[in-house]
């Protein structure tokens, strides 16, 4: 315990320096699912604050399960490959997690869930951080990109 306890004065310091201490994360939103079982889907931007920050994992209440995917081009076909190694966003750099790109995707979300509800996700880094977000819920767009889940 008294690494932890010793390492508290320095992260105050840090805070106290900084102007606006930026939150790890911002702008969540959750693409509500298309049709109940589908899988809906998160987007926010990361912030890598004064020292960069890696995201390991998204976890919901209103999810029974959740994967960070990344979507790319190849051949003419969207692809959506899993971020297993995590997301790495540089000292005071940005990671938006946007539609047709990175993303992560919710399963087994909670049926009655609609438009305009707070959607709570929690986010953890590889440093121990971990940041509770409470995401717009937003009604499924035109164009189901999971359509192929
Ligand atoms: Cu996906």
């Not at 490959?81 to 993303?103: D, M, Y």
């Not at 590889?126 to 977000?133: D, M, Q, Y």
């Amino acid at each position: 315990m008294s690494p932890k306890a010793s390492f508290l004065p320095i992260l105050l310091v840090l805070a106290a320096c900084s102007q606006q201490p930026a939150a790890p994360v911002t702008d969540a939103v959750v693409r509500l699912p298309a049709a109940t079982g589908r899988p809906g889907a998160a987007y926010f931007t990361l912030h890598g604050g004064e020292k960069g920050r890696t995201l390991v994992s998204v976890s919901s209440p209103s999810a029974g399960r959740t994967e960070m995917h990344d979507m790319t081009m190849s051949d003419g076909m969207m692809t959506m490959t899993p971020l297993t190694n995590g997301v790495a966003i540089p000292a005071k750099g940005q990671v938006r997690f946007e539609s047709g790109g990175k993303h992560v995707m919710l399963f087994d979300v909670k049926p009655g869930l609609k438009s305009g509800d707070a959607v709570q996700l929690r986010f953890t880094f590889s440093n121990g951080e971990t940041a509770a977000v409470s995401a717009k819920a937003e009604a499924p767009g035109g164009g189901d990109m999971h359509s192929g889940h």
